[in-house]
């Protein structure tokens, strides 16, 4: 019997849903609600204690969001305890009656947050539709260079300019390290490899010297980890020009006239 045969019939549904989470270019974390671990597709989804809200098609953004409760100490949700993860939590809800080989994917998206109650997590996800309400055309005819620093259309390679050093001291939000280049490291970012192709990153407020001002502190970074830290940029053409030589890419308009010709001076 196909899987919409069993979907739709009044008794003949067996339905069991499975769970995979990605982060980075990390192995898949895979789990079931069922009552046992389950192979499926050669892979082990283990069982844990996973309840999922409504799924609905709308056109309404809010409606279309999934809620997964979990127990409090799910590993997805720990990754929330202290503060979100740098890299986007990619989630996947499949659906298969048991004794079927059909298995069909009902929900596509990523985790955006979790709520801690008592004992039990609350996984917010938002649907992979979310990112078509995106902003298109961002350019403005503006001073300053609209570019992501180190984007497509900066061209500027993070790797050339970025320094791999080690952590020397932690204390709150300013971590220290045993060494920087020459560059304004304000409105950067540090990497550390939390495990194998999984990163943690924190945006740096400000810097002096040896010591980064961290907009949030990593969790469990211990001293004399290896980081990278990549340096900032204010968008300005003198930046892109005298601090990293890519003044051929810079998206800006320096040149704008200052003087209003409508502000009412008789003498443009």
């Not at 924190?202 to 290896?226: D, E, H, K, M, V």
């Amino acid at each position: 019997m196909s899987y919409d045969a069993r979907e739709t019939s009044i008794a003949g549904g067996a339905p069991v849903e499975f769970y995979e989470f990605t982060r980075g270019s990390a192995a898949p974390q895979r789990y079931t609600s069922a009552d046992g671990d389950i192979v499926l597709s050669g892979n082990t989804y283990v069982a844990r204690t996973l309840r999922r809200g409504r799924i609905e098609a709308s056109a309404e953004r809010a409606r279309n969001a999934l809620q997964i409760s979990c127990e409090r100490t799910f590993p997805i949700a720990e990754m929330f305890r202290v503060a979100p993860p740098s890299d986007v939590i990619g989630v996947v809800v499949k659906r298969q009656h048991r004794d079927d080989v059909d298995v069909a994917v009902i929900w596509t998206g990523r985790v955006l947050n979790c709520a801690f109650n008592g004992l039990e997590a609350v996984l917010s996800c938002e649907p992979v539709t979310s990112s078509m309400k995106r902003p298109g055309l961002r350019r403005l005819y503006q001073r300053g260079c609209p570019h992501v620093l180190y984007g497509p259309g900066c061209g500027l390679n993070r790797a050339s300019v970025s320094t791999l050093t080690t952590v020397t001291a932690i204390s709150g939000l300013v971590l220290s390290v045993a060494a920087l280049d020459a560059y304004p490291f304000a409105g950067g970012f540090v990497e550390w490899e939390v495990e194998p192709g999984v990163f943690e990153r924190r945006f740096i407020g400000s810097f002096s010297s040896l010591n980064l001002t961290l907009t949030q502190p990593f969790q469990g970074i211990p001293i004399g980890a290896a980081v990278t830290v990549s340096p900032g940029c204010d968008h300005t053409m003198a930046t892109c020009d005298g601090t990293y030589a890519n003044v051929p890419n810079f998206g800006g308009f320096p040149f704008i006239p200052i003087k209003n010709p409508f502000a009412g001076t008789p003498v443009y």
